[in-house]
């Protein structure tokens, strides 16, 4: 193997290596893949975990500033969209990631809603309604989205179907990135001094305040779930076990008293993500709680 083959291969490598260090559960999900759809995904991951660097701690710690990290975020972004527009960029996360955009026809309109929201993270420190369901927007959604477009490679389906399939997917990151919102909220608050949930106060958050919360995600999580089955047989195990582990964590933010969901990060054992995925591998999908929600986005 030599030329363009090769260096696809070793960008392919590159950002599989990056869900592989980065995170346990989406790199356990993405074992349960079919071969047609895996790497697709890791090179979507490896854009989406290098742009979340540049805002969160690896560009600061290297000694950039807000403005240097703008900076870089908009290379970053420029040399994306390039790459989607020519197949080549000598950053093999992003020819990878260009590699997959380009098979799976998605660009800009994707990728310019994510970059928005990881520059907002340079500068935004609270959110309202609009801010908050913006960010979530671009932050997660549009990636559930760029998979969904790989997931749905090769398959042909009713335009009311891909509507409802592109419903689930953006609900299904929107529960993912809110569940993290709330795991790590005395984290970003301290630490970055960013507070995402609109009108939440980490000095007054209550019970109440976690319920809400919590059934919010239980709702775009029961939407989500209901796409599952529908989805091709190449992603379904996977998205099953990607949606179970979330599900597990939300019930045991929601066990997690408020005082202690403050101090603590909150976190599922490796046995019961075993058994999780042994019951996406047979075909389960984790039941939801069926309780009103005050949507939060």
Do not use: W
Request: contains cysteine; proline residues 4%; charged residues 25%.
């Amino acid at each position: 193997m030599t030329g363009l083959a090769l260096y696809d291969t070793v960008a392919d490598e590159t950002a599989s290596g990056v869900i592989r260090r980065y995170s346990t559960s989406f790199g356990l999900a993405s074992r349960l893949l079919g071969t047609e759809v895996r790497q697709h995904v890791e090179n979507v991951y490896a854009l989406v975990r290098v742009a979340d660097e540049i805002v969160d701690g690896p560009a600061a710690e290297a000694g950039l500033d807000v403005e240097a990290a703008g900076r870089c975020l908009d290379e970053f972004e420029a040399e994306t969209e390039h790459a989607i527009e020519t197949g080549f960029s000598a950053n093999l996360v992003v020819h990878a990631f260009a590699r997959t955009a380009r098979t799976a026809g998605f660009g800009s309109e994707l990728t310019r809603p994510f970059f928005a929201s990881m520059r907002a993270d340079l500068s935004a420190r609270e959110h309202d309604d609009e801010s908050f369901e913006r960010y979530v927007y671009g932050s997660a959604e549009v990636v559930g989205l760029m998979c969904l477009r790989a997931f749905l490679l090769g398959h042909a389906f009713p335009a009311t179907t891909v509507a409802e399939l592109d419903e689930g997917a953006r609900r299904l990151g929107a529960a993912f990135q809110k569940v993290n919102f709330l795991r790590d909220l005395a984290a970003d608050f301290e630490q970055l001094g960013r507070s995402y949930f609109p009108g939440v106060d980490v000095g007054s958050f209550d019970e109440a305040t976690k319920a809400r919360l919590v059934a919010d995600i239980d709702d775009d999580l029961r939407v989500a779930g209901d796409i599952i089955p529908v989805l091709p047989s190449s992603s379904r195990r996977a998205v099953a076990l990607a949606h179970g582990l979330f599900a597990e964590l939300n019930r045991r933010l929601e066990a997690t008293p408020a005082s202690s969901l403050i101090r603590a990060r909150v976190r599922v054992p490796d046995p019961v993500k075993v058994r999780i995925a042994l019951a996406s591998a047979a075909g389960r999908t984790a039941r939801i709680p069926d309780r009103p929600a005050e949507r939060t986005s």
